[in-house]
C-alpha cells in the first residue's frame, strides 16, 4: 500500500513556466521531504518541512507542509531545463525505527 | 568522504540464481535501509536496520534477506531470484533522531532477471 500519493505524475513543460506537485496521505508524518533524482543518480535531499504549515524557500522552489502534517506541496516558479529530474516527497514517522515513506514520484520535463 | 558505496552497478541474473549486493557507509550512521525503485511507485522500502545486530522488515520483504554485522556494512541477498525483483535497488544512510535527517543513497544497482 501507498502511504504517499503524488500528483501530477509526469508533467512536461516549457521553460519560464511555473507548476506545482502535490503529495498526500492519509497518514500524519512528523515531517516532509522532498528529494530530486537525476538519471542515474540516487535521490538528493532538497528539503524538510517539520512544522504544519511551514513554508520554505529554496531560490525558485516553495515547499509548504499542509496544516494536519499530512499534505506538502512543491511549486517551481519560472522553471529551468535544469529543473529536469524525478521529484519524491518522503514522510517521516520519528521512533525508534523511523521509517522513511516515499511517495510514488512526480516526473518533471523542461524545455526550451 | 565515499559517502554511501553500492556495488555492482549492473547485474544479470538467470531465474533462480542467488546473489548479493552490497552496501557500505562511512559515515558512522546507525539507520541503513534498502529501497527497490519501480516505475510510477516511487521508492519502497525492502528492509532496514537501526543499527549493528538489528534488522527489520519494510514493505516488500519476501525474497530477500538482510544483515548488519558492522555499522558500515548492510548487504542484500536475493535467495532466488525471480523476474518480479528486476528493479532499480538503493541503498540508503542517515542518523537517527530528530526530524531533519537527510538520507543519504548510493547511485543504485540495476538488476534483471531474465
Not at chain 2, 52 to 78: K, M
Request: net charge neutral.
Amino acid at each position: 500500500t501507498q502511504l504517499l500519493e503524488q500528483s501530477p505524475q509526469f508533467l512536461s513543460i516549457q521553460e519560464g513556466e511555473n507548476l506545482t506537485v502535490y503529495c498526500n496521505s492519509s497518514s500524519v508524518f512528523s515531517s516532509l521531504q522532498w528529494y530530486r533524482q537525476e538519471p542515474g543518480e540516487g535521490p538528493v535531499l532538497l528539503v524538510t518541512v517539520v512544522t504544519g504549515g511551514e513554508v520554505k524557500k529554496l531560490k525558485r522552489l516553495t515547499f509548504q507542509f499542509g496544516d494536519a502534517r499530512k499534505d506538502s506541496s512543491l511549486h517551481i516558479t519560472a522553471a529551468q531545463p535544469g529543473d529536469t529530474g524525478l521529484y519524491l516527497c518522503a514522510g517521516l514517522h520519528t521512533g525508534t525505527a523511523s521509517k522513511l515513506t516515499f511517495g510514488t514520484g512526480t516526473r518533471l520535463q523542461v524545455t526550451l | 568522504n565515499a559517502g554511501v558505496t553500492q556495488t555492482p552497478k549492473f547485474q544479470v541474473l538467470k531465474t533462480g540464481q542467488s546473489m548479493t549486493l552490497q552496501c557500505a557507509q562511512d559515515m558512522n550512521h546507525e539507520y541503513m535501509s534498502w529501497y527497490r525503485q519501480d516505475p510510477g511507485m516511487g521508492l519502497r522500502l525492502i528492509h532496514y536496520s537501526v543499527g549493528a545486530g538489528i534488522t527489520d522488515q519494510g514493505e516488500v520483504p519476501n525474497g530477500y534477506n538482510v544483515s548488519r554485522s558492522t555499522t558500515e556494512d548492510f548487504p542484500l541477498r536475493l535467495l532466488s531470484a525471480a523476474p518480479s525483483q528486476t528493479s532499480v535497488y538503493f541503498c540508503a544512510s542517515r542518523l537517527i533522531g530528530g526530524e531533519d535527517t537527510e538520507a543519504f543513497f548510493g547511485q543504485g544497482t540495476r538488476l534483471t532477471v531474465v
